[in-house]
């Protein structure tokens, strides 16, 4: 079943997810390749879409769907695109960015920020996405000026850096 599906060598892993016992995210990944599905074991119809003035609950309610209608969603852990790819690889091979290669399960590439001259690879890791959150926790990434050496940050929300020691 697995080879049929283009399963092959894959890990499969089911993480369980806030608001009730039937919310799920199932994680598939072989190799470099991810992909993830937010899923409800007893829904049977999707969710309305979450509304403008909705809650954080309901926002985060809204996201999961029945296991038949699965959106699944790639999280490849150094992105797509061969540029993003060897900025991300290179940036997450550091000696000083160890440590979040040890603590991160299911690590995605979140972004690559190139500006003039600088660059960062942002990461994050999948057991703590949650759409419908407005500020994802431990987003880290390793950035450098030119040539510089690479040093650490982390992300908050989507735009401020702090440097790490």
Known sequence: MRARRGLDGARVTALE????PFNWRIVVSRGDEQ???????IRSEPPAPAGEN???IERISRVFAPVSMARWIPAPRFGAV???????REAWQ????????????YPALYRVDRG?????????????????????????????DGDGPWLRYRLI???????LE
Not at 35 to 41: G, N, P
Not at 157 to 163: F, L, S, T
């Open 35 to 41: 992909r993830y599905a937010d899923v409800s074991l």
């Open 17 to 20: 997810r806030p608001l009730s």
């Open 82 to 88: 061969p540029e993003e790819i060897r900025i991300a």
């Open 54 to 56: 909705s809650g954080l």
């Open 157 to 163: 929300g989507d735009r401020e850096r702090v440097r």
């Open 94 to 105: 550091q000696p000083a960015f160890g440590f979040y290669r040890w603590f991160a399960d």
């Open 116 to 144: 003039n001259p600088s660059q960062c690879a942002w990461f994050e890791d999948l057991r703590f996405t949650m759409p419908g959150r407005g500020n994802t926790p431990f987003r880290y990434g390793m950035c450098r």
